[in-house]
Nanobody, 120 residues
Framework: QVQLVESGGGLVQAGGSLRLSCAASGSIFSINTMGWYRQAPGEQRDLVASVTNGGSTNYADSVKGRFTIFRDNAKNTMYLQMNSLKPEDTAVYYC??????????????WGQGTQVTVSS
């Protein structure tokens, strides 16, 4: 019932910046936590950053001080500002959203991913 569409990925040189966006649409009841995950070749999908509806954020240690996550609740849109990019940031980045149907019923949604490539 919820569709997530990512944009903003691409190729950038080390030290550069990119801003990813994720727009949620469809039959939305209530979006609680949203986040960004990434998966590099041969590795598992890991959490990069997350933000709750109330604005509480969480970051992976590897991106603290370089990445910033924020959202526009009215538009159900989330962003990831990535600065000082490193080659090891190269991965497919996925948008994730948690929909709250009731106090005990949560539904997870995933975007199709956007490629971020950082060259040295």
């Amino acid at each position: 019932q919820v569709q997530l569409v990512e944009s903003g990925g691409g190729l950038v040189q080390a030290g550069g910046s990119l801003r990813l966006s994720c727009a949620a649409s469809g039959s939305i009841f209530s979006i609680n936590t949203m986040g960004w995950y990434r998966q590099a070749p041969g590795e598992q999908r890991d959490l990069v950053a997350s933000v709750t509806n109330g604005g509480s954020t969480n970051y992976a240690d590897s991106v603290k001080g370089r990445f910033t996550i924020f959202r526009d609740n009215a538009k159900n849109t989330m962003y990831l500002q990535m600065n000082s990019l490193k080659p090891e940031d190269t991965a497919v980045y996925y948008c994730h959203a948690e929909e709250v149907r009731s106090s005990s019923w949560y539904v997870d949604y995933w975007g199709q991913g956007t490629q971020v490539t950082v060259s040295s």
